[in-house]
């Protein structure tokens, strides 16, 4: 190996050690809403514009370069989808929601204390109204607990009220990050967000950024939401084994970006008030 | 005869259980047409003059935004380069990027390097600087808005926190906060009536320091004479409508936070060739529920349909169909 190819050699493994990042690679892409919840058995309310969201996000996010792996929505989208299949409950992250590398959900939401509560529909495996955090195990890497099926999820976006609190976000994001080495990313709203014809294309709009234009995710999730309504307020949450890279892949984390596998000592969030 | 009347009961009991309680919080009306003194009697409908995207025009006018504009300072000195898509042009110089919408028109100016980043050394500037700061610039480089036609709104503000987790008890300490950004939005008003929705407003973004870091403008060009001017109908009436259509709903409760009344506004990649005026009602089925927000036409009060939507994936594996516990195929007690 000639010199030159060993310096070469040795700035990549150094750039990608320090910046953690790789050229921009195509994702796998998923999505799954629900508006009719009365159609799949549960009392929660029905919203107009969950799957206008999905469908523009997955479809956007492809003409950027990705790749969509599923979009399911209404009595297909599962709250099993996003629980823990090794926990013999009925999950089935694997085969589908943790089997992407971003995911984006648009439904109801809420906080229980320190544990967030995602409603999409029941399955036949898991008859609940909803999913919770004390059960997703997203993004888990080989060694780590549940992890005979690995997991890919590295952004996650939750289109729903409550998915990303100000006050909360560390003690329901915190634990789940633990969880998954290769989950780096919330996005969601801090509060109560809107169905409404005016922000069903929040998504697109996050993907139009950060997946054409190559925004960081922090500009193009709070763009997007600056965007089209002016009540809404979102918020996100990020991971880092200091403060400095926490805070760093809060403000310049991209969908390039691939995890480094340290654990989270630290987080970082941000969001939207007044 | 008895078992009539059971019958009968339980037709009525099922009846009423299944209508959902509706509640209109209090302050829910505030933005009501009457109560902000809107004369319901002659309401005018606006045509909105099209835009042609014309890129010489657009170009000229992103060198001289580049030149002149004080957000622009990262600019100073780099080359422009333009990129264009079916949707937007975008013309970028150092961390700053100027994008117009070929289908509204509408712009957005920012200086990526200090849009929510936040930058050391700040003070917490107080709502009336912030205004301040707002209105001498939308004055100085905000063209094409009648000063009677912009309304305050409000100051959103970007904030970042970060903290240390603990392995074990997985709580957060350390925790420390601060401004990323100030957002001063203005909404544009009509008369007495606003605009409502993802167009027609200005947001001027500032850094902490109070520095104006870029602007976004959706405002689109209105004929001036109004297409057609009619009587809408007043608060009480949408309240009924509103409430016969959801009377039915298979929930517990509806909560209305939100009756307001103005022009609908599309967002900067929508065509549109009216502003018509709408109610807008906001309402929650409980705490967990997303808000949300239906539109009625002002006019007839008749509920404007969400858009068809596209037909979602199948599973690889046919589900079977979701278990219904047998207490919710019941109707719900009062």
Redesign the interface.
Same mark, same amino acid.
């Given at each position: 190996m000639t010199t030159r190819v060993r310096t070469v050699l040795l700035f990549s493994i150094f750039g990608l050690i320090v910046f953690g990042t790789v050229p921009a690679a195509a994702l796998l892409v998923g999505a799954e809403?629900v508006e009719n919840y009365?159609g799949?058995?549960?009392?929660?309310? +029905?919203?107009?514009?969950?799957?206008?969201q999905?469908?523009k996000f997955v479809s956007k996010m492809s003409d950027c370069g990705h790749q969509k792996k599923?979009?399911?929505?209404?009595?297909?989208?599962?709250n099993s989808d996003l629980v823990e299949d090794q926990l013999g409950v009925g999950g089935t992250d694997y085969p589908y929601g943790d089997t992407v590398h971003i995911l984006l959900v648009s439904?109801?939401?809420?906080l229980s204390g320190s544990t967030y509560?995602g409603?999409l529909?029941?399955?036949?495996n898991y008859?609940s109204c909803n999913y919770d955090t004390t059960r997703t195990y997203l993004g888990e890497q080989a060694a780590q607990a549940y992890s005979s099926h690995p997991g890919s999820l590295r952004f996650l976006i939750l289109c729903?009220?409550?998915s990303v609190d100000?006050n909360k976000a560390? +003690?329901v994001w915190?634990?789940v990050?633990?969880r998954g080495k290769n989950l780096q990313y919330v996005m969601g709203y801090c509060g109560?967000?809107?169905?409404?014809?005016?922000t069903d294309?929040v998504p697109r709009d996050f993907a139009?950024k950060a997946a054409?234009?190559n925004?960081?995710l922090?500009?193009a999730w709070?763009?997007a939401i600056? +965007?089209?309504?002016?009540d809404d307020?979102g918020a996100l949450i990020s991971r880092g084994a200091t403060?400095d890279e926490?805070?760093r892949n809060? +403000?310049e984390m991209k969908l390039g970006w691939v995890p480094t596998g340290a654990?989270?000592?630290?987080?970082?969030?941000?969001?939207?008030?007044? | 005869m008895k078992t009539l009347a059971a019958f009968l009961a339980i037709v009525f009991l099922s009846a009423s259980a299944r209508a959902a309680s509706i509640k209109f919080a209090e302050g829910a009306l505030k933005d009501s047409p009457e109560n902000l003194g809107i004369d319901l009697g002659a309401v005018p409908s606006y045509e909105v003059a099209p835009y042609k995207f014309d890129r010489t025009r657009e170009e000229t006018r992103a060198r001289e935004v580049i030149s002149r504009n004080p957000a622009a300072q990262a600019a100073k000195g780099r080359a422009i380069t333009s990129r264009e898509t079916d949707e937007e042009i975008v013309f970028s110089a150092g961390s700053l990027e100027y994008s117009v919408s070929k289908t509204t028109g509408a712009e957005a100016l920012l200086d990526l390097a200090r849009y929510a980043v936040g930058e050391k050394g700040e003070q917490a500037l107080a709502e009336s600087q912030l205004r301040q700061i707002a209105e001498r610039y939308v004055r100085e480089h905000i063209t094409g808005v009648g000063p009677d036609e912009l309304r305050f709104l409000s100051v959103k503000r970007i904030m970042n926190a970060v903290g240390k987790l603990d392995p074990q008890s997985k709580q957060v300490s350390e925790v420390s906060t601060s401004v990323a950004n100030y957002i001063v939005v203005y909404q544009r008003q009509i008369g007495k009536i606003p605009v409502l929705g993802s167009g027609e407003n200005i947001r001027l973004y500032l850094s902490p320091n109070g520095e104006i870091i870029g602007h976004s403008k959706v405002w689109r060009d209105l004929r001036k004479d109004p297409v057609s001017v009619k009587p809408a109908i007043g608060t009480d009436q949408i309240r009924r409508i509103f409430t016969e259509r959801h009377q039915p709903d298979p929930v517990q409760q509806i909560v209305v936070d939100q009756v307001r009344f103005g022009y609908l506004a599309y967002g900067r990649y929508s065509r549109q060739e009216t502003l018509k005026p709408v109610y807008w009602v906001g309402f929650t089925y409980g705490p967990s529920s997303k808000r949300v927000i239906e539109l009625y036409d002002a006019y007839t009060g008749q509920f404007i349909r969400p858009p068809e939507e596209e037909p979602g994936d199948r599973r690889p594996v046919s589900p079977l169909r979701p278990r219904v516990p047998l207490r919710e195929r019941l109707p719900r007690l009062p």
């Open positions: 809403s009365s799949c058995g549960c009392s929660t309310g +029905d919203l107009s514009y969950c799957n206008d999905a469908s599923f979009w399911y929505k209404n009595g297909n989208a599962w439904g109801h939401g809420g509560l409603y529909c029941k399955s036949s008859n729903t009220c409550h100000k560390p +003690d915190g634990p990050f633990w109560v967000s809107a169905d409404s014809i005016t294309e139009r054409c234009s925004w960081t922090k500009r709070f763009w600056e +965007d089209w309504l002016v307020t403060r926490a805070i809060r +403000d654990d989270p000592y630290w987080v970082a969030w941000a969001w939207h008030e007044g | -």
